[in-house]
C-alpha cells in the first residue's frame, strides 16, 4: 500500500471512530444567527495567558482587553463557573447596557465610571454586546 | 472542499446567504474538529474551541481579505484556541486525557450503517486495527496525521496553519510517519 493510499484508509478510519459530533455541527450551523450585523468588532489585543508564565502556584486572574474604535474593554475574570466573577472597565469611562451572548446569556449594566461586574465566570464561549450611546460593540468570542 | 467553492460560499454567507454558511460548515468542519483532535484536549475543552472557532469566523465574516484562504484562518484560530487551552490547563488543574482519543465514535454516520452489513466485517476490522495503531504512534506523527485525516484531505496550507509547521517540512514528517504506520501494522500482520 503507498502512502495515498494509506493516508486514505486513515481517512476512512477517522471518519468512522472519530467524526465531528453532529450536536456540535449544529452548533456552528446556528452560529449563523449570531451575526452582529449591526455592531463594531472589538478584537482580542491582549490576553495575559499568551505572556511568559510567571511565578509557578500563582493563582493570578485572566485579564483580557478587546480594542475597537473609540472602545477598549477591559476583563479580569478570577476563579471559575459560579464561585467566579468577571470585572470590566469600559474605556472611555461610559455607562453602557451589556449583553452576555453565550450558553447562559446575561444583562449587565456598566456604571457612568464604565465599570460592570458578572458574578459568575460564563462557560463555554461569549461575547459582550456593548449598547453604548450612539454604538454597539460586540468583544470577539473567547473561552475562559 | 476546494479552494474556488470555499471562496464562493463564504462570499454568500457573508452577504447573508443561510444555506452557504450551513454548506461550509459542513464542508470545513472536519478540519476544524481535526486540528481540535490532535490537540489532545479533554471532550468538554475540544467542543469549547470548535464553537469558539466558528464563532470568531461568524463575527469575520465581512473581514476576511482572501475567503479562499478561509480554511487555513479557521485551522490557525482553532490552532491557538488549543494552545491557550493546553496552557490554562497546565496552571490550574494537569490532567492527562490519554483515554479521551480512545472513545468510540457517540455518532451514527453513514459509513457505519455500510459496515454493519455482514460482508463488510472483515473490512471493519482492518479499519478498526489501521486506527488503533494510528493511536499507537508517536505524539508528532499522531498529530499530523490527525490533521491530514480531514474530509475532504486539507491543503498543506491548512495543515501548516493547524500545526504551525513550515509548508516544505510537511511532505517529509508525512512520508516518515506513514511509514511508521506502515511497520505497525505490519507487526500485527495487517497488511
Known sequence: MNDDELERELRRAGGLFDPVPSDLLQTAVEAFALRTLDAELAELAFDSLTEPARVRGEERPRMLTFHAPGLTVDLEITGGGADGRVVGQLIPPQAARIELLGRQPAALTADDLGRFVCEVVPTGPFSLRCRLAGAVVATEWVTV | ?191
Open chain 2, 1 to 191: 472542499m476546494d479552494r474556488d467553492s470555499i471562496g464562493i460560499l463564504f462570499r454568500a454567507a457573508a452577504d447573508g446567504d443561510a444555506a452557504a454558511w450551513k454548506s461550509l460548515v459542513e464542508g470545513l468542519s472536519p478540519l476544524v474538529w481535526a486540528v481540535v483532535r490532535s490537540h489532545r484536549l479533554t471532550d468538554a475543552d475540544g467542543h469549547e474551541v470548535y464553537q469558539t472557532t466558528w464563532f470568531r469566523l461568524v463575527q469575520n465574516l465581512t473581514r476576511i481579505r482572501e475567503p479562499e484562504r478561509v480554511g487555513a484562518w479557521l485551522a490557525s484560530t482553532a490552532r491557538h484556541e488549543c494552545l491557550k487551552v493546553l496552557k490554562a490547563a497546565r496552571r490550574v488543574s494537569p490532567s492527562d486525557d490519554a483515554g479521551t482519543l480512545d472513545r468510540a465514535a457517540d455518532d451514527h454516520t453513514p459509513e457505519q450503517a455500510v459496515i454493519e452489513s455482514e460482508e463488510a466485517a472483515v473490512e471493519q476490522e482492518r479499519v478498526r486495527q489501521v486506527w488503533q495503531a494510528f493511536q499507537d504512534l508517536g505524539e508528532n506523527c499522531r498529530r499530523l496525521l490527525r490533521v491530514l485525516m480531514a474530509t475532504p484531505p486539507p491543503g498543506y496550507q491548512e495543515v501548516s496553519a493547524a500545526l504551525g509547521l513550515a509548508v516544505g517540512s510537511i511532505g517529509p514528517i508525512r512520508q516518515r510517519c506513514l511509514g511508521r504506520l506502515r511497520v505497525l501494522l505490519a507487526e500485527r500482520g495487517v497488511s
